[in-house]
């Protein structure tokens, strides 16, 4: 088992900034990428963003690429989302995910992770 607490979530102004922390625990050896995925009211999930944990491949969902960035501190079994420019529009519960094996092209699809956290809300308001 892994598991995956998320924090860094809050009320932001459009335009601005946060940083998403997702600390791993348990059987954190067994998992090769980690990803973030966010869900808004009335919408169905989405991808975000996910990362390669050997490779450190990066993957972004095209409405957040160029302003958000996934990284991971292996020393502190912790993956990072840093959100800038934020929108109205990125306003959403954010999952931390974490996948055992991920095909290639797979990182898009909720269901090929294994693990998932409670979530934190990021509201950006205009």
């Known amino acids: 088992q892994v598991q995956l607490v998320e924090s860094g979530g809050g009320l932001v102004q459009a335009g601005g900034s946060l940083r998403l922390s997702c600390e791993a625990s348990?059987?954190?050896?067994?998992?090769?990428?980690m990803g973030w995925f966010r869900q808004a009211p009335g919408k169905e999930r989405e991808f975000v963003a996910a990362i390669r944990l050997s490779s450190l491949n990066t993957y972004y969902t095209d409405s957040v690429k160029g302003r958000f960035t996934i990284s991971r501190d292996n020393a502190k079994n912790t993956v990072y989302l840093q959100m800038n420019s934020l929108k109205p529009g990125d306003t959403a519960v954010y999952y931390c995910a974490a996948a055992g094996i991920l095909g290639p092209g797979r990182y898009v699809l909720g269901s090929s992770y294994d693990y998932w956290g409670q979530g934190t809300q990021v509201t950006v308001s205009s």
């Open positions: 348990g059987r954190t050896f067994s998992t090769s990428a």
